[in-house]
Antibody, heavy 118, light 113 residues
């Protein structure tokens, strides 16, 4: 059974960079697409972007200037960096799997709360 | 961006009764070359991540009870729970994956009347 687990700081200061890692277990990271999605009371579920096993990335246009998603095949992990954060970036962050570049999210991590505050 | 609009925002249904949730996309999510609707439905319970119920608008995921059904095509879709059970209390979301950015509906909260 594939499992995804997010990890990273739960508190980030304004203007700093939010960094999260998703560890995939129970299956290989190859041959799939891996997304970050966040959820906040004000904005609902918001897709941030994806990375493929080959390193192809696609980001939400509204976040593209601040987002980097990377992948580490040797560790079965992928990561999110979101720079210049503000309170509006406070949310529960999820990692999720897609079978292909145009597919639903079939596996999700449990989510991690990230609060942006000084 | 594709805007996904769900209705209603919430509904209360008696146990054993039918619950119907609608989802409308601002653009068609039907890909003509393969006649597939790039539309998914998710269920989210408190403190849990969303769980995939249906992909391709009507393809039920393994383990999803058959009281759940998905239908529709193009821009208009429906999730139906034919006989509401207590464990179905949750928020339900539709999502398009026709084109990035992926977008979700605002969610529909289903409660017991």
């Amino acid at each position: 059974q594939v499992q995804l687990q997010e990890s990273g700081p739960g508190l980030v200061k304004p203007s700093e960079t939010l960094s999260l890692t998703c560890t995939v277990s129970g299956g290989s990271i190859t041959n799939y697409y891996w997304s970050w999605i966040r959820q906040s009371p004000g904005k609902g579920l918001e897709w941030i972007g994806y990375i493929s096993y080959s390193g192809t990335t696609k980001y939400h246009p509204s976040l593209e200037s601040r987002v980097t998603i990377s992948i580490d095949m040797s560790k079965n992990q992928f990561s999110l960096k979101l720079s210049s954060v503000t309170a509006a970036d406070t949310a529960v962050y999820y990692c999720a799997r897609e079978i292909g570049p145009n597919d639903s999210f079939d596996y999700w991590g449990q989510g991690t709360q990230v609060t942006v505050s000084s | 961006d594709f805007v996904m609009t769900q209705s209603p925002d919430s509904l209360a249904v008696s146990l054993g009764e039918r619950a119907t949730i609608n989802c409308r996309s601002s653009q068609s999510v039907l890909y003509s070359s393969n006649n597939k609707n790039y539309l998914a439905w998710y269920q989210q319970k408190p403190g849990q991540p969303p769980k995939l119920l249906f992909s391709w608008a009507s393809a039920r995921e393994s383990g999803v009870p058959d009281r759940f059904s998905g239908s529709g095509s193009g821009t208009d879709f429906t999730l139906t729970i034919s006989s509401l059970q207590a464990e179905d209390v949750a928020v339900y979301y539709c999502q398009q994956y026709y084109s990035p950015p992926r977008t979700f509906g605002q969610g529909t909260k289903v409660e017991i009347k």
